[in-house]
């Protein structure tokens, strides 16, 4: 596929001709927020390469996909406190994602993948695909790019490496090493010591330690202890990240694939 796949490089009547064939359409979300010291804010920009990749591959596996424009904004939840974040309320970001789906199923578009790259809009997009199933029945599904990247290399590293995992740490280090090496800044910054609440450490994004039990509490990134991004710093490189973007860009062509083998209703055949 030589061509573009991004609706946004398409006229009207270009993407209009298009539809004969009832392509795939990725609908990318992302964020813009902190990702530490050492990483660009907004993982949207890198979810939008990976998708461009990913409809590229599909087309040339058979299956036509087009990459809707990226939401860059996620749903708000552990980065308020982090200067230069943008986010939305789960309120809005239910209205915003529901309209964009409608916009789509309006024009007879039912083979539909949302990539996802912001853990806070899993619920969201749970709860929004799930009330369009049972309002049509079609199956949306969302494809969690970070999560499928880190399950990859997690099987790349053999089990190792557990402590490089982590919000600003793995996999999104190597991926934007490999993929936006410019926007990295060459520091691993501090590891910050946990904030307290109560008397007790904060242990990660909304718990607090106590008694070795953990309870949840309203902190943010600001207070969590980052040393999985001192590992992943001295551990991560671009050639990691190009090997794993390879295969999720793979991983995500074919399952544009098995969508594309589809009417809509989950029923299309693994292959």
């Keep these: 596929m030589t061509g573009p796949v991004r609706l946004g490089d398409l006229t009207a009547p270009a993407f209009a001709a298009a539809l004969g064939r009832d392509p795939?359409?990725?609908?990318?979300?992302?964020?813009?927020?902190?990702?530490?010291p050492h990483q660009p804010m907004g993982d949207y920009v890198l979810a939008d390469i990976i998708a461009e990749r990913i409809a590229r591959r599909a087309h040339e596996l058979g299956a036509p996909a087009y990459v809707a424009?990226?939401?860059?904004?996620?749903?708000?939840?552990?980065?308020?406190?982090?200067?230069g974040g943008l986010a939305l309320s789960a309120?809005?970001?239910?209205?915003v994602l529901e309209d964009l789906l409608r916009g789509l199923l309006r024009h007879g578009l039912t083979r539909i993948v949302i990539l996802n790259a912001h853990g806070g809009?899993?619920?969201?997009?749970?709860?929004?695909?799930?009330?369009?199933?049972r309002e049509?029945?079609?199956?949306i599904p969302s494809f969690y790019l970070w999560k499928v990247a880190r399950q990859i290399m997690e099987q790349r590293l053999a089990g190792e490496g557990a402590a490089r995992f982590g919000h600003g740490a793995e996999p999104l280090l190597s991926l934007n090493l490999a993929l936006r090496?410019?926007?990295?800044?060459?520091?691993?910054?501090?590891?910050?010591?946990?904030?307290?609440?109560?008397?007790?450490?904060?242990?990660?994004?909304?718990t607090v330690?106590?008694?070795?039990?953990?309870?949840?509490?309203?902190?943010?990134?600001?207070?969590?202890?980052?040393?999985?991004?001192a590992a992943a710093w001295e551990q991560g490189g671009a050639a990691l990240g190009e090997d794993v973007a390879a295969a999720l860009v793979e991983a995500g062509a074919r399952f544009a694939g098995l969508v594309y083998s589809s009417p809509g209703t989950g029923t299309g055949t693994a292959g």
């Design 136 to 139: 049509t029945g079609l199956v």
């Design 91 to 95: 309120e809005s970001f239910r209205a």
């Design 209 to 229: 330690s106590f008694q070795g039990l953990a309870v949840e509490v309203p902190v943010e990134f600001d207070a969590v202890p980052r040393e999985a991004i």
């Design 69 to 83: 424009p990226s939401l860059p904004y996620g749903v708000a939840d552990y980065f308020g406190s982090s200067p």
């Design 181 to 206: 090496g410019a926007c990295v800044r060459a520091e691993a910054g501090s590891s910050l010591a946990p904030g307290r609440v109560f008397g007790l450490p904060v242990t990660g994004f909304g």
């Design 24 to 36: 795939v359409i990725l609908l990318p979300l992302g964020s813009h927020e902190d990702h530490g």
């Design 121 to 133: 809009n899993v619920p969201v997009i749970h709860q929004v695909t799930l009330a369009l199933r």
